[in-house]
């Protein structure tokens, strides 16, 4: 449902996250004879309408039933700004519009904890240590019962059932952190181990880059507006807000989500955030309206249409960029995963366009970060909902890949779904997920839900039609022990079998017009208040092996390549050959001679960097540059100069130039 994502230790929807194959099949599994899909056939038809009109198939049948306590990964770190020290690490998406999303896992610093009405200066965190809570060595930290003062001066009560703490020393804002809970490495001291720790965690939707269903309330002030604006999306929001666009989204960005969201996700036993974040939080071009600069303080853009080539162009600076900051030595440990694509129209574009991206984007990161553990963050590929079977090999012997599926029963179109008939179904996603463990390499959920149909307001679209019999699934406050139980089955299921997780999403904020807020099967903190969330999500371990009757369990072992080690980045000299960028067909309609004629930009701009914090507690420590490899000099993808190009936001009914423009 995202638009990008970005993967944190405890890190969009309609706009905008390995190596070395083996044969080895998971215990007991057969391979699927379709491209990552065994079971039922329904399976294959659970399709989701993403409101332009193009169906999504959103669910792949991945996932083992994993009943080895493998305890919950991630390390945390402490509430209010607490610069590396987090809650959580965070993961950042770069978000694509259409369908290319750039996900990045950043600090907690970047996210929450700046000063009100301050772009550019980070407040510190204060915290008074209350029964449970102690001074660290250096500085401040708490456990459970410790009282943490937010940046805009209001205080919460840290919480933890989990043998949490939280850690913030404002004289070195770089220091080790907290612990999400006591089985959570410690970020910077400690090491994540993929194929040992399992990623639990929520997506932060709806903040940085904004989804109607999401934020109804935000929306609905705009939805009649005195600027003729039809509003459907944060491009015409934004257009609709006019003069008013500065001020409603940084007070947006201040509220949905603040310090104490972070201290309660870790308080739920979650470990990892994935947040999407807009290429505007970089820059804007042309007309496009967006609040520049913004969210990076406190992209859909498909390869689909005439300008799909100049998309993909710009998408490739946005992520050298995004790249070269979070590998910089003082965020690298909480941002580890940056996704490249977040459900790209596989169906829309062809193979052939999303391949050839998907090799480019990892070109261009690789080269800016380097290879090998440490050099940089894993990159994100999504699976274009194709199951993941149809990726083994693909990049074969490339460095730490991560792919990354969305399976969603919500979309299955079935109204007579029950959460009694639902909740086995994900336990069926288990053999693919294992099999591309054990030889694609790192595979996670990026997205998933406990919603069992597409109800809620605007989840379809802000134009989309009300659903028949959807009223029941919307009055979450009179569903008894049978539904709110039903459902709970379903998440455990999911949560089971996708092993390492990313629920979508936090929370769903409320609508001025209902009084309350929709799409509640969406919404985890709702959900972990009234009983469809389990309390503590271990509790998922070993569900789908008693559903299923056996178990198929990923014993851990991932090519040595996922993870950075012995032979990472030694890709066969072929494979550039087999995907050259631009591809030599985009679908449905350019290939050939046509492909010469789309627009593009030229490498010869001006890079640019993404601002570090600033510490007042701390003003000479070195917050880095923005840009880690001073090697990486390329020049950015801009316009040519004195060409004229068709909405980058959306040129798929544009006409075919007849003549390549050169410019002036």
Known sequence: MATAGAYAHIPSRDNLEMAETSSRLPMGAARPEQPGWTGDDELLNMYRDRGDGSPMLSSSNNLSSPNLDRAAAGTADGASKMKRSKLLKIVLGVAAIVAIAVAIALALIFTVGKK?????????????????????????????????????????????????????????????????????????????????????????????????????GLYEKYV???????????WTLSQAMGDKLAEEMENHYKTFITEKDFADIAAAGLNWVRIPIGFWAIETMNDEPFLVGTSWTYF????????????AQRTLTYLRIFTEFVSQPQYKDVV?????????????????????????AYEAIRESSG???????????????????????????????????????????????????????????????????????????????????????????MQSDAIAGCSVWDDWASWDSTVIDGLKQVTLASMDALQNFFFWTWRIGNSTTLGTSSSPMWHYQLGLERGWIPKDPREAIGH??????????????????????????????????SHPFPPATISPSFSGTQIELLPTYTPTGSLKSLAAPTFTAAPSVVVGSGWNNPDDNEPAYVPVAGCSYPSAWDAVSAALPTATCTGS
């Open 116 to 216: 009100k009405g301050s772009s550019s200066a980070a407040s510190n965190a204060s915290a008074t240590t209350g029964p449970n809570g102690g001074l660290g060595e250096s500085g401040t930290s708490g456990k459970s019962g410790s009282l943490v003062t937010m940046a805009d001066g209001t205080t919460f009560t840290y919480h933890s059932d989990f043998g949490g703490e939280w850690a913030a020393d404002p004289s070195k804002p770089f220091g080790n952190g907290g612990k999400a809970q006591e089985w959570s490495p410690r970020i910077g001291a400690e090491e994540w181990k993929w194929g040992e720790h399992l990623i639990r965690g929520v997506n932060l939707g709806g903040w940085l880059v904004t989804e109607p269903f999401i934020c109804p």
């Open 224 to 234: 009649t507006n005195d600027r003729g604006i039809t509003v459907l999306d944060e």
């Open 300 to 311: 859909l853009k498909a390869m689909h249409g005439v300008m799909g080539i100049a998309n």
């Open 336 to 360: 580890q995963i940056v996704g490249i694509v977040n459900e790209i129209l596989w169906a829309t574009i062809g193979q052939e366009a999303v391949q050839s991206f998907y090799y480019a």
């Open 371 to 461: 290879t090998g553990a440490g050099n940089g963050p894993f990159i994100a590929i999504h699976e274009g909902f194709q199951g993941p079977a149809i990726w083994e090999g693909f990049l074969a012997g490339s460095d730490r890949v991560v792919l990354d599926q969305h399976p969603y029963l919500a979309f299955m179109g079935d109204p007579n779904s029950t959460p009694e008939s639902s909740a086995p179904r994900p336990c069926q996603w288990a053999i693919a997920t294992n099999q591309s463990q054990s030889v694609f390499g790192v595979t996670v959920g990026g997205e998933f839900s406990t919603a069992i149909n597409n109800c809620g307001l605007w989840l379809n679209g």
């Open 544 to 577: 789908c092996a008693q559903v299923l009757g056996s178990s198929q369990i990923f014993d851990g072992r991932l090519p040595a390549t996922a993870t950075g080690g012995a032979g990472a980045g030694t890709l066969d000299p072929t494979v550039s050959a």
